[in-house]
């Protein structure tokens, strides 16, 4: 378990955090802190505001719309940040949503509700008369290359090789803060399980019936985290003076490949999981830009997240998900 710090352990307001989020299956990536958090109330957001409500910390969430314990992107545009220890960016359109074709002005969206929100609330940190200590963003492991021999740490190089990787590059460009005066992290996350949301909720459904199995080759890579563990490297990032810079949101079994999650799943079901996704059905539903996240992946290693201190609750791919299909 991972001790508050003890400047986040005073029961003031300075503990109010922040969630502010915009967009659809995304706007579950918000902002999470004993502070600040935008995009609080999608899956990682609720994952994180429990998390650290159970720690002692309030939270506030940044969003669209007025409520208890929240305040609005416009309020902090016009009004500025309220005194916190910290703030969280979570929020983002939902790449994945199969519902939206992949055209420009989708393209547009998802860039737009990226780089706003994070543009919003850093000028808000850096504008405030007493900066947060801690100013956390989360964004993707698609700054990394997709490989199936290359394995990435946090200082491997990146992020300037398809529309993905370029939109990490701004998307962490926008929050970089002048000075020293805030602590900045990075948490670059893998596709996140849990229940009730993230990348489950789609495939449970033909596993169940025995129709799942792997997408494309089943080669690529798988890089994942529970939502525990996300939430957890987040509160810990928050907590932890020390812990700066970018931290890969994966868990430490690192050369899990897509077949290989796929019988994972397929066995925590008790279920077959042989039927493969072929390729040329994910382009057809996601355009071939975007179906490069579900085809190709990353060999991605938590190398710095270890390091912090962090100790993860689910390391290993099986008891991930039998905790998450419980």
């Known amino acids: 378990s991972i001790r508050p710090a003890p400047q986040l352990e005073r029961a003031s307001?300075?503990?109010?955090?922040?969630?502010?989020?915009?967009g659809v299956l995304e706007k579950r990536h918000s902002k999470?802190?004993?502070g600040a958090l935008g995009g609080g109330t999608g899956f990682i957001g609720t994952a994180l505001t429990q998390l650290l409500k159970a720690r002692g910390h309030e939270v506030t969430l940044i969003s669209r719309k007025p409520g208890p314990d929240r305040i609005t992107w416009d309020d902090l545009t016009t009004s500025g940040l309220?005194?916190?220890?910290?703030?969280?960016n979570l929020a983002g359109e939902n790449i994945l949503n199969p519902l939206r074709r992949w055209n420009a002005a989708f393209q547009k969206e998802v860039l737009s509700s990226r780089l706003e929100t994070t543009q919003t609330l850093a000028?808000?940190?850096?504008?405030?008369?007493?900066?947060?200590q801690a100013w956390v963003l989360v964004t993707g492991v698609a700054y990394y290359q997709p490989s199936l021999t290359a394995e990435y740490d946090e200082d491997s190089p990146g992020g300037d090789f398809d529309f993905f990787s370029n939109l990490v590059t701004k998307w962490e460009a926008a929050a970089r803060l002048p000075g020293d005066s805030t602590r900045q992290v990075v948490v670059r996350s893998g596709v996140v399980l849990g229940r009730g949301g993230g990348a489950i909720g789609h495939m449970l459904l033909p596993f169940r019936l025995g129709l799942g199995?792997?997408?494309g080759s089943g080669h690529q890579f798988f890089p994942w985290i529970h939502i525990r563990d996300l939430a957890g490297i987040l509160a810990h990032a928050l907590e932890?003076?020390?812990?700066?810079?970018?931290?890969?949101g994966v868990a430490p079994a690192s050369s899990t490949t897509n077949a290989e999650f796929a019988r994972a799943l397929g066995t925590a079901l008790g279920r077959p999981a042989f039927i493969p996704l072929p390729s040329a059905v994910v382009q057809a539903v996601f355009g071939r830009e975007r179906a490069v996240m579900l085809l190709e992946?990353?060999?991605?290693?938590?190398?710095?997240?270890l390091a912090a201190g962090y100790q993860y609750s689910f390391p290993e791919l099986g008891a991930a998900l039998k905790e998450v299909i419980a």
């Open 13 to 22: 307001r300075k503990n109010a955090c922040a969630k502010g989020y915009s």
């Open 32 to 34: 999470s802190c004993a």
């Open 82 to 88: 309220p005194r916190c220890d910290a703030a969280v």
């Open 123 to 132: 000028r808000a940190i850096a504008k405030a008369p007493q900066p947060p």
């Open 213 to 215: 199995g792997p997408i």
């Open 240 to 248: 932890t003076s020390h812990v700066q810079g970018i931290l890969n």
């Open 297 to 305: 992946g990353q060999k991605v290693v938590p190398r710095r997240t």
